[in-house]
């Protein structure tokens, strides 16, 4: 298995590079990583090219902004036949691509996502992404799997599912999964423990909390697909406070 790591970014200076930095510790490393850089004003470029000789990195620039898109433009860049996307504030257990890769090869996993532990002092938020990570576990056994922003899937099965759908305003990330599912490729959530930051709940938790509810009511009610807002939302580093994310090097593995 040639695994493809894929990191969209948009004004993740800072933050991107943390996530790197889990990569450099990995037991296991990535047969290629690519940062794709959508339309950032800050440097996030710059952070990741100081990576460029501590792993196999290519960087690559879109123009127009979305998760979407960036996602796409790296997939097709990609030379390795599992596609494995990060979010840029989130860091790895130095055990990741290894655990990922052993899990994949016994189940045959050809497509599916993370959960994930929300770096955060808040009890809601922590709640709330345990919560979601139960769900998710569950959800995978139902006709309506779901995605997190980290998420796998063969290139196989991107290519037959036509990739992210670039007209989604949001869950575009629950929407490839339910299309692999549907497409007949076996989905697995598997259990790593990647810490996401809690930088886009921090100010308003449980608004955003009870946001994310309504727009899974709101995919159940309304055909599926969300392609208007119904809720504002920011794809990366909009919100230059990104807080309190830790060095990786000090993360304890499970």
């Known amino acids: 298995m040639k695994i493809s790591v894929i990191i969209p970014c948009r004004n993740e200076a800072g933050v991107v590079d943390h996530l790197l930095e889990s990569l450099t510790i990995q037991t296991k490393k990535p047969d290629e990583i690519i940062v794709v850089d959508s339309a950032s004003t800050d440097n996030t470029v710059e952070c990741a090219e100081a990576y460029s000789s501590k792993l196999p990195l290519k960087i690559i620039k879109v123009s127009e902004k979305g998760s979407s898109k960036a996602r796409n433009s790296g997939a097709s860049e990609a030379a390795g036949d599992m596609l494995v996307f990060i979010d840029a504030d989130t860091i ?19 497509a599916g996502s993370f959960t994930q532990k929300m770096n955060s002092d808040n009890l809601a938020i922590r709640a709330g992404a345990h919560f979601m990570s139960g769900y998710m576990r569950l959800m995978q056994y139902t006709p309506w799997p779901i995605g997190f922003g980290c998420l796998y899937i063969t290139k196989e099965a991107f290519n037959a599912v036509d990739g ?51 727009g899974e009511l709101y995919r159940y009610t309304h055909g599926l697909r969300i392609t208007k807002p119904i809720y504002e939302y920011n794809m990366g580093g909009e919100d230059k406070d990104n807080g309190k994310d830790t060095d990786p090097r000090k993360q304890k593995s499970k």
């Open 164 to 214: 992210f759908d670039e007209s989604l305003y949001i869950m575009e990330n629950y929407d490839i999964i339910l299309k692999a599912k549907r497409a007949g490729y076996k989905i697995g959530i598997i259990k790593m423990g990647c810490l996401a930051s809690d930088r886009r709940y921090r100010n308003n938790s449980l608004r955003q909390i009870f946001q994310g509810i309504y």
């Open 92 to 110: 790895l257990p130095k055990y990741f691509i290894q655990s990922f890769e052993n899990r994949v090869n016994e189940k045959h996993f050809q």
